[in-house]
């Protein structure tokens, strides 16, 4: 194993391992993504701007072989819906519906449920305006909801939020401020380590692209502090994120400067000085793929190459790493 110095690349004989070239749900991406209960879970989707989003529910309890749940869960704004386990219940909310078609619309819906067939709605119309692309996460035992944008093919910098709002229940929420510090944006991702919350890359994607590689901590949601102004990472949206071995992980994403894929793979454990991991065998370029940690690996699974994949990848790092 060879260590690099801060924020060069690492090269490490750990490989990505191919659990399921085919998984039995559908090819997707921007899908919903949890743990819960000892088991991965695939919420919805996107299939094709111009189709409704599926609303089906799949789950698995090593990542290779996957049940249908639910064929049909009651929710319907399942495109770059935001998605994360919470006392004892998986929370599906916000997103996007229909498309390009008529009748588009984003959400502000609420949803729990305990075993992934039976849901319930907690609130037809959070706080926070509707919308999709938000970072969802549990931070000192509460959720919180940061970003996010109105609409989807159709908005502009108008749509964009950088809001910060947090509830105890999931049907009444308060906001902790309404323009924090960074720049209003979707397709962020956040993260929880060591007592701070973080959230960082993300932009916009249409009609006026713009993406960031900024890094921004708070204790309290209300007072942020940017961590690093330019990460190492090029500037991405629609990436994949988790926070394994005490480190926040940024994987994959697209980006339209240039327009392409990522299969890049960094870690930080401050959110200021970033590594590169370059294992020596890993997954095709893709962006809007489900990120787990799961059996002390993180899981990558299907996403968009393009074609759509519904491929499950997983990578255990040595203990001694």
Same mark, same amino acid.
């Given at each position: 194993?060879?260590?690099? &110095?801060?924020?060069?690349?690492?090269?490490?004989?750990?490989? /990505?391992?191919?659990?399921?070239? $085919?998984?039995? @749900?559908?090819?997707?991406?921007?899908?919903?993504?949890?743990?819960?209960?000892?088991?991965?879970?695939? #919420?919805?989707?996107?299939?094709?701007?111009?189709?409704?989003?599926p609303r089906d529910v799949w789950s698995s309890g090593d990542g290779r072989s996957w049940k249908l749940v639910n064929k049909s869960a009651p929710w319907i704004h399942s495109d770059l819906a935001m998605s994360v386990a919470f006392r004892n219940k998986m929370w599906m909310m916000g997103g996007w519906y229909?498309?390009? #078609?008529?009748?588009?619309?984003?959400?502000?819906?609420?949803?729990?449920?305990?075993?992934?067939?039976?849901? +319930? #709605?907690?609130?037809?119309?959070?706080? @926070?305006?509707?919308?999709?692309?938000?970072?969802?996460?549990?931070?000192?035992?509460?959720?919180?909801?940061?970003?996010?944008?109105?609409?989807?093919?159709?908005?502009?910098?108008?749509?964009?939020?950088?809001?910060?709002?947090?509830?105890?229940?999931? +049907?009444? /929420?308060?906001?902790?401020?309404?323009?924090? &510090?960074?720049?209003?944006?979707?397709?962020?991702?956040?993260?929880?380590?060591?007592?701070?919350?973080?959230?960082?890359?993300?932009?916009?994607?249409?009609?006026?692209?713009?993406?960031?590689?900024?890094?921004?901590?708070?204790?309290?949601?209300?007072?942020?502090?940017?961590?690093?102004?330019?990460?190492?990472? $090029?500037?991405?949206? @629609?990436?994949?994120?988790?926070?394994?071995?005490?480190?926040?992980?940024?994987?994959?994403?697209?980006?339209?400067?240039?327009?392409?894929? /990522?299969?890049?793979?960094?870690?930080?454990?401050?959110?200021?000085? /970033?590594?590169? #991991?370059?294992?020596?065998?890993?997954?095709?370029?893709?962006?809007?793929?489900?990120?787990?940690?799961?059996?002390?690996?993180?899981?990558?699974?299907?996403?968009?190459?393009?074609?759509?994949?519904?491929?499950? @990848?997983?990578?255990?790092?040595?203990?001694?790493?």
């Amino acid at each position: 194993m060879i260590l690099s &110095p801060v924020g060069a690349s690492a090269q490490y004989k750990s490989t /990505w391992v191919v659990e399921n070239p $085919h998984a039995q @749900w559908q090819a997707r991406d921007s899908q919903g993504e949890l743990v819960f209960k000892s088991r991965l879970w695939i #919420l919805g989707g996107w299939f094709d701007s111009y189709a409704k989003p599926p609303r089906d529910v799949w789950s698995s309890g090593d990542g290779r072989s996957w049940k249908l749940v639910n064929k049909s869960a009651p929710w319907i704004h399942s495109d770059l819906a935001m998605s994360v386990a919470f006392r004892n219940k998986m929370w599906m909310m916000g997103g996007w519906y229909n498309g390009r #078609l008529k009748g588009h619309s984003a959400s502000n819906e609420v949803w729990s449920s305990k075993d992934g067939v039976h849901w +319930k #709605l907690k609130t037809k119309q959070a706080t @926070w305006t509707p919308r999709l692309a938000a970072a969802l996460i549990v931070f000192k035992g509460k959720l919180w909801l940061l970003g996010g944008t109105e609409d989807y093919y159709f908005g502009d910098a108008k749509s964009l939020k950088n809001d910060v709002w947090y509830s105890s229940d999931g +049907k009444n /929420w308060k906001l902790a401020t309404g323009h924090a &510090p960074w720049s209003p944006r979707a397709y962020l991702q956040a993260a929880v380590l060591n007592g701070k919350l973080y959230i960082f890359g993300g932009g916009n994607y249409v009609p006026e692209y713009h993406a960031r590689n900024d890094v921004w901590s708070t204790e309290d949601g209300v007072h942020w502090t940017e961590v690093c102004h330019q990460a190492p990472w $090029h500037e991405r949206i @629609w990436f994949s994120s988790v926070v394994y071995r005490n480190c926040i992980w940024v994987m994959g994403g697209w980006s339209n400067d240039p327009s392409k894929n /990522w299969s890049d793979i960094w870690y930080s454990k401050d959110g200021k000085d /970033w590594k590169e #991991l370059k294992p020596a065998v890993t997954w095709q370029a893709r962006h809007e793929a489900s990120a787990f940690v799961f059996d002390d690996k993180i899981w990558i699974a299907g996403g968009n190459t393009p074609p759509l994949v519904n491929d499950i @990848w997983s990578l255990k790092l040595p203990k001694d790493w």
